[in-house]
């Protein structure tokens, strides 16, 4: 059975920084891109970095130059590292595995900006 666990979510001041990670356990096979999304109160749920099997990645325009998306095959792991933090970055994020039939999504994790 596959499992996607987030985690590094928390409370963070404008400025700071957060390192965000996804763990799937369970055989995925053919992974074609590994996806961070976040949901703000009241918003609906917004691409915010992918990274394909080769390496490639996109982001929203909200967030380049700030957050970086990587991921490690060996450990199963997709990692979203977020730097200078803003109040309107605060959202539950969400890491996504998809296939070329379906996708796998985490439960979320909590990321609080104050200002």
């Known amino acids: 059975q596959v499992q996607l666990v987030d985690s590094g979510g928390g409370l963070v001041q404008a400025g700071g920084s957060l390192r965000l990670s996804c763990v799937h356990s369970?055989?995925?096979?053919?992974?074609?891109?590994m996806d961070w999304y976040r949901q703000a109160p009241g918003k609906q749920r917004e691409l915010v970095a992918a990274?394909?099997?080769?390496?490639?990645?996109n982001y929203a325009d909200s967030v380049k130059g700030r957050f970086t998306i990587s991921r490690d095959n060996a450990k199963n792991t997709v990692y979203l590292q977020m730097n200078s933090l803003k109040p309107e970055d605060t959202a539950v994020y969400y890491c996504?595995?998809?296939?070329?039939?379906?996708?796998?999504w985490g439960q979320g994790t909590q990321v609080t900006v104050s200002s």
């Open positions: 996504k595995v998809a296939t070329k039939f379906r996708a796998y």
């Open positions: 369970g055989s995925i096979f053919s992974i074609n891109t």
């Open positions: 990274i394909t099997s080769g390496g490639s990645t």
